[in-house]
């Protein structure tokens, strides 16, 4: 199976968005996806792009992508967060997200980071796997903390 990495182009962002939402679906919030296809292709094709985005095609098919962008570690300095990778459910396991994770991996040696990192559930235990096969630290002990538009606006209020 030929399966094609490359950089994602506007056009290609109402695929993207189908597989964002796959990805939501899989991870058990499926009313979770308020982006829209202008919201992406606004995001990541402007003067200032906020991210990047990989695909992966088969027989000039999306069926998958990994998107990321850079953020600033006061521990290493420069870093890249992956905030998704995915694969449609019928490809699994054939390679590709291993494909799109070892383009993400380049990119961010190309770009001269110091880290990559991103999130992955604790029931999610075939990417645990990978990741710990890859050389990847899972670190178990840390918590993301996340707040919402509508926690962030009482919080404002409330303060």
Request: hydrophobic share 45%; aromatic share 10%; glycine share 8%.
């Amino acid at each position: 199976m030929d399966i094609k990495i490359r950089k994602a182009t506007k056009g290609d962002m109402g695929q993207v968005l189908e597989l964002v939402t796959e990805l939501a679906i899989f991870e058990k919030e499926p009313d979770a996806v308020a982006i829209t296809i202008e919201d992406l292709e606004k995001a990541g094709f402007s003067e200032n792009p906020e991210f990047t985005c990989f695909v992966a095609e088969i027989a000039s098919e999306i069926v998958g992508m990994a998107l990321i962008y850079f953020r600033f570690s006061t521990w290493v300095g420069k870093t890249v967060h992956l905030e998704d990778l995915v694969v449609k459910d019928k490809m699994r396991g054939k390679g590709v997200g291993e494909a799109l994770y070892t383009r993400v991996m380049r990119y961010a040696q190309d770009q001269g980071v110091k880290r990559v990192n991103w999130v992955v559930l604790g029931w999610n235990e075939g990417a645990i796997r990978f990741y710990e096969r890859s050389g990847a630290n899972v670190m178990k002990d840390w918590w993301q903390v996340e707040m919402d538009e509508k926690g962030i606006k009482n919080y404002i209020e409330n303060t």
